[in-house]
């Protein structure tokens, strides 16, 4: 499966170590989750393709033209993580020159003998997903959390699962959207402003939600660095008043007796995951 | 594997047909993703219990007991899904009874044998996320997402990796949220109104923009199902208003030459990944 292009070709000045494909029936959006969960794993470029939405045996065989094109043109076999719920795709695929991750020709087989039951197959399923009230309810989340970020709203905040605070620029907002998305968690979330910490007491509006509130900290030194990319020079995005600011609205927290956890070296998945942990850990929406 | 509970529990009213666990060092949104994608081929209800960050020998042997309390209760094998990289934690994870989805033992002994190459076992690479440029970019995206949602800003639109147009309520939000919080795409939005079609002509500060301009439509009936839940028996919301907007802007965008896809029955993933392979296939961002 080796071969000596004709031409140079441009790729070939940075050679690809190794091509990915992500092939599902789908949006591929599971087999490329996992195979980057994976591919982490490797110290080596690998160069990725998405084929997602393939769901004829006519898809199936186009893809799989395209994977023999990339063993012959790199000279060694590409990885491929599929999602086809369909044996008849899948088998397609399995033809070509690949290392073939089949995440699920992989493990329904012993599911079903486990549970005594054959899967559906239910190719497309996902074509239903927009009528499922777990749907629903993630739309409804985000559009929630929208209403409800920087404060915009006390309306509704009975609704909310959860009330994310914290200063300015700490990373309520991508958190509360992600929790809205992933999870369709209701996430309000509130600024600590200036005029709270000289107050001393949490926006009034707050009281009556407490168990639901959650802090977000983050060091200074982040932060200046944060703030200064929108507004360089200020003294919003100052180091001193940023030391200022989180050292009010930490010793606040300490005060009220909220929760909360520094968002300096952790992703927005990572504070997510830790906050249904501490606030909701029965939650389930599936 | 079966015990006789010696007092009524609550569960069992409703007796949950199977236990299934997530069990990860990092979030679990991994072994999540992908055990959702595998249940669903199952018509049967289970019950769905995550345990993220199991980084220690400890935890591991905890995570195990819960494990292990689950299959005794339900008399039955739990399903556990366990993206574990070290082989340490995993090998106390696979003495539970239940049915082992492991996922990195299964996938990555293969790949280091056609690679040639042993994998890091990164445990907690995750920590590292918040620094890659990868992660960079998905929050700069959130916020560039959300200072153009619904037409808020023309400024650097130039920047914009895709602009989304449609009738106010076909989808371009949540799909903008998606677009930049799962690929780091910047996604600008732009409503189609009654003044543009007046007009007859698109927003003048797109006009620059068409290459990257993608539309988003929707059917009147739902239309004005979604229009209903926000402002019932308004005139914005009825049929008929509803079937001339979305007559208006299906022409417009013929005219204008934009490609557009129906939101009616796709959910924000597919009409993403709809968008990714129209507009920028070659874009990775990994």
């Known amino acids: 499966m080796t071969s000596e292009p004709t031409e140079p070709r441009q790729e070939l000045r940075n050679p690809p170590a190794r091509t990915v494909f992500f092939v599902s029936d789908g949006t591929g959006i599971t087999a490329e989750t996992f195979g980057h969960s994976v591919l982490t794993q490797f110290e080596m470029r690998f160069r990725q393709i998405r084929l997602p939405f393939i769901d004829t045996v006519d898809k199936a065989h186009a893809a799989a033209r395209k994977i023999n094109e990339a063993a012959a043109t790199d000279g060694n076999k590409p990885?491929?993580?599929?999602?086809?719920?369909?044996?008849?795709?899948?088998?397609?695929?399995?033809?070509?020159?690949?290392?073939?991750?089949?995440?699920?020709?992989?493990?329904?087989?012993?599911?079903?003998?486990e549970l005594g039951l054959k899967s559906t197959h239910t190719i497309g399923r996902s074509h239903n997903i927009v009528d499922s009230e777990e749907y629903r309810n993630r739309i409804e989340a985000i559009n929630f959390s929208l209403a409800h970020d920087d404060g915009q709203s006390h309306k509704n905040l009975a609704e909310a699962d959860v009330i994310l605070v914290g200063v300015s620029r700490s990373g309520k907002t991508p958190t509360s959207l992600y929790l809205a998305m992933q999870y369709g968690i209701k996430a309000a979330n509130y600024p600590l402003i200036p005029d709270d910490f000289e107050r001393g007491r949490l926006p009034s509006a707050l009281y009556d939600y407490k168990p639901k509130i959650f802090g977000l900290t983050i060091t200074p030194e982040r932060l200046t660095e944060i703030r200064n990319e929108r507004r360089a020079g200020s003294k919003y995005a100052s180091i001193e008043n940023c030391r200022y600011e989180v050292n009010e609205a930490e010793s606040m927290m300490k005060r009220e007796g909220i929760r909360w956890l520094s968002s300096t070296t952790k992703s927005i998945e990572e504070i997510s995951t830790t906050i249904l942990q501490e606030i909701k850990p029965n939650r389930r929406e599936y």
Not at 85 to 110: N, W, Y
């Open 79 to 113: 990885i491929i993580f599929s999602t086809l719920v369909q044996s008849e795709l899948s088998s397609v695929i399995r033809q070509c020159s690949g290392l073939h991750m089949d995440l699920f020709q992989t493990f329904v087989a012993p599911l079903e003998l």
